[in-house]
Nanobody
Framework: QVQLVESGGGMVQAGGSLRLSCAAS????????MGWFRQAPGKEREFVAG????????YYGASVKGRFTISRDNAKNTVYLQMNSLGPEDTAVYYC???????????????????WGQGTQVAVSS
């Protein structure tokens, strides 16, 4: 079992930045592809970013590409999401998720992930 705990959310003004962290416990995530998803009220869950087990492959959702950066530190069992140039449209609960895979594959569909955190709220004011 892998337990994932997100942190770093909060309220920020438009144009600001936040860095989310996803700390894993129970098992090393060095053999897991990791993803960040978000869900705004009344909207479906959206893929934000994903990274393969080694950190060599990353994918981003179209709405965040160029503004967000996903990274990982396997030694710390932690995944990060650096969010820059935030706008009100980025307001959502952000979740991290893990999918066991030691290839270059990074799932973009939430149903492919095995473990999920409880989420952290990000609110961006205009």
């Amino acid at each position: 079992q892998v337990q994932l705990v997100e942190s770093g959310g909060g309220m920020v003004q438009a144009g600001g930045s936040l860095r989310l962290s996803c700390a894993a416990s129970g098992r090393t995530i060095s053999t897991y592809a990791m993803g960040w998803f978000r869900q705004a009220p009344g909207k479906e869950r959206e893929f934000v970013a994903g990274i393969n087990w080694s950190g060599g492959v990353t994918y981003y959702g179209a709405s965040v590409k160029g503004r967000f950066t996903i990274s990982r530190d396997n030694a710390k069992n932690t995944v990060y999401l650096q969010m820059n140039s935030l706008g009100p449209e980025d307001t959502a609960v952000y979740y991290c998720a893990g999918h066991w895979d030691t290839s270059a594959y990074v799932p973009r569909a939430g149903r492919e992930y095995d473990y999920w955190g409880q989420g952290t709220q990000v609110a961006v004011s205009s």
